[in-house]
């Protein structure tokens, strides 16, 4: 199986409202953007990046307003 690399372009900051804040030198790839009614945003939860975390595919309740089991 081949592995995928992650880089990150920027982050998700949760404070007065959530934004995504992109490095400065990616800035110029959203020219035409506007345009577009969405985009899809592919995030990575970082603080669980272990070996444990990662063998877990079921997860019960994992936020208040969600499925017993996801």
Do not use: T
Request: hydrophobic content about 35%; overall charge negative.
């Amino acid at each position: 199986m081949n592995e995928i690399k992650i880089c990150p372009i920027g982050k998700i900051v949760n404070g007065s409202e959530i934004k995504i804040v992109l490095d400065q030198k990616y800035a110029e790839a959203l020219k035409g953007l506007d345009g577009f009614s969405h985009v899809q945003i592919l995030w990575w939860m970082g603080g669980c990046d272990n070996e444990d975390d990662r063998n877990v595919v079921v997860e019960e309740k994992p936020y208040k307003n969600g499925p017993d089991e996801i």
